[in-house]
């Protein structure tokens, strides 16, 4: 995909975009006879994206299928934006949300609240 993209190959980086996308959604554990927007909305319902990035991720999928099928190719700068969403979504979701989670086990509990003396609690 990259190799595509630094050679201007734009039909095919879209194309791998998809490509990537698809097989992302199959490592988070998607099963992958559904389809792009199924999975899409998979993703969105699992808490994995929210929905402006479910808009964005159908928009890089909608563009690889138009590369696929349509003969559609992106202009440089569109190719880009596309490759800048998708990465933005795999950094997140593989690399930085991962090392953030892992970072949970290791914050203290926050302590419990003692109430005032001489405050009456209701019920």
Not at 98 to 103: E, M, N, S, V
């Amino acid at each position: 995909m990259y190799v595509a993209h630094d050679n201007q190959a734009h039909i095919l980086t879209a194309i791998g975009l998809r490509t990537a996308l698809d097989r992302a959604t199959e490592v988070i554990g998607i099963d992958p006879a559904k389809t792009f927007d199924e999975k899409l909305n998979e993703l969105r319902n699992g808490g994995w994206i929210g929905q402006t990035e479910r808009d964005i991720l159908g928009v890089v999928t909608d563009a690889g299928n138009a590369a696929a099928h349509r003969g559609w190719e992106p202009d440089s700068q569109e190719v880009s934006e596309l490759l800048s969403s998708l990465e933005v979504f795999l950094h997140r979701a593989f690399i930085v949300g991962q090392k953030a989670l892992g970072i949970k086990k290791s914050i203290p509990a926050k302590p419990e609240r003692l109430l005032a003396v001489g405050k009456k609690t209701t019920p």
